[in-house]
């Protein structure tokens, strides 16, 4: 379940569930329930800002063991920050794709995320991949094409993957049905940490050398 929402038991047959901060503005605060109606699987639970900046509505439901909020919020905590000074594009598709998730979009995240990972393997090679080609020939490369240019196979086997699955979301058949969207995350988040490494390496080994030459 999401940590952003505590449970608290009532009467009720079931949880009433309060979310700890706003979807809109983010700020942790005490959030006003003003309307309440029961479904046939849960409950539902409409909520109000009461930050005079925001006053957003939104309501939140508690379905057969779930929890959603509309409007959804994606869920950034898995995804280093730090990436969007690489990939903005990675980031903001990334993003985009978890909302979908998160707001029961199940169907059409996986491509989503199979794009933000394309963008976030063609910007490797940009930043990291000495290739001697600008961003404009990296990024009218294939997928395929890419990938092979990375330089550790650990890092290709990855990505590949990634592809393979990402491409699974857009087909009407599956060919890799024991794998789902959750692998498919696990990949581009290995992708992420491994992209991650490769920007704090740099940084220390500037750090080092600056050091010895003073």
């Not at 393997?121 to 000495?130: A, P, Q, S």
């Not at 993957?161 to 581009?188: C, M, P, R």
């Amino acid at each position: 379940m999401d940590n952003s929402y505590k449970i608290i038991p009532t009467n009720l047959p079931i949880l009433t569930i309060i979310p700890e901060h706003c979807p809109f503005c983010n700020h942790d605060i005490s959030l006003n329930c003003v309307f309440s109606c029961q479904s046939k699987t849960g409950r539902v639970y409409v909520f109000l800002c009461p930050r005079t900046e925001c006053q957003a509505v939104f309501f939140t439901r508690w379905d057969n063991g779930k929890v959603m909020t509309y409007p959804a919020e994606a869920n950034m905590n898995e995804i280093s920050a730090k990436i969007a000074t690489i990939s903005p594009n990675f980031y903001e598709i990334y993003r985009q794709s978890n909302l979908a998730e998160n707001s029961g979009l199940n169907m059409i995240c996986g491509m989503g995320y199979r794009r933000a990972a394309e963008f976030l393997v063609k910007d490797y090679l940009v930043t990291f991949g000495n290739l001697g080609k600008s961003k404009e020939e990296i990024y009218k490369m294939s997928f395929s094409s890419a990938i092979n240019k990375l330089p550790d196979q650990q890092l290709i086997d990855i990505s590949k993957a990634s592809s393979w699955l990402g491409n699974d979301e857009t087909h009407t058949f599956k060919k890799w049905s024991d794998y789902d969207v959750q692998n498919l995350k696990s990949f581009i988040q290995s992708l992420v940490a491994y992209t991650v490494f490769k920007m704090n390496a740099g940084i220390a080994n500037q750090l080092i050398h600056s050091k010895d030459n003073q």
